[in-house]
């Protein structure tokens, strides 16, 4: 078994609302609850990310094409439901929770501040979208200095092929990428 020493595992918008643009999230929600067992077990810190916006989304600009266009959406889920994580993989008791304002974890959150509290070093990843939150959080993790380890089966991207390629081509370069029952042996 690998040395889980200054671990986290990373669950990232893992939340109802952003699950339901998936054609099918039930592999990826059972393969990350699968992931918080093991972390639970072994005593690594599981942390939550979720994205998040104030009543009347202050925070997105009209020049983010990516909020922008989905501001709409937004609106029409109150912040509160937004936020839900998806009961199949919901915080424990005492577990953190962080908002983050943008697609990169670290971005408008306190996650930063949360690890280098806790003296981790090596952050586990998992969520939705491959293209979105575990991109942007390996690039700059990596520019960070932390060690990566990105749990293939426990991301989920609408786009298949995307999440083949950045899985297989794009994160190798800044992280070991396995399976969870990889990092559970």
């Keep these: 078994m690998e040395n889980l020493q200054n671990t986290a595992l990373l669950v990232m918008d893992m939340q109802s609302a952003i699950l339901m643009s998936l054609p099918d999230s039930s592999v990826v929600i059972k393969n990350v609850a699968k992931a918080i067992a093991h972390a639970r077990n072994s005593n690594v810190p599981v942390i939550y990310v979720v994205v998040g916006f104030r009543k009347g989304l202050p925070e997105v600009s009209d020049n983010n094409k990516g909020f922008g266009m989905a501001k709409s959406r937004f609106t029409s889920v109150s912040p509160e439901d937004f936020l839900a994580i998806h009961p199949e993989v919901a915080p424990a008791e005492g577990e953190v929770t962080t908002v983050k304002r943008r697609v990169c974890a670290f971005t408008g959150s306190d996650l930063e501040v949360i690890l280098r509290a806790q003296r981790i070093q090596h952050i586990v990843l998992t969520g939705v979208a491959t293209s979105g939150v575990v991109l942007s959080t390996t690039r700059e993790a990596a520019d960070k200095d932390y060690r990566i380890t ?11 092929e995307v999440h083949r390629v950045l899985t297989t081509k794009v994160f190798p370069r800044q992280a070991d990428v396995i399976t969870v029952d990889e990092w559970v042996k």
């Design 150 to 160: 990105v749990l293939a089966d426990a991301c989920a991207d609408g786009d298949e």
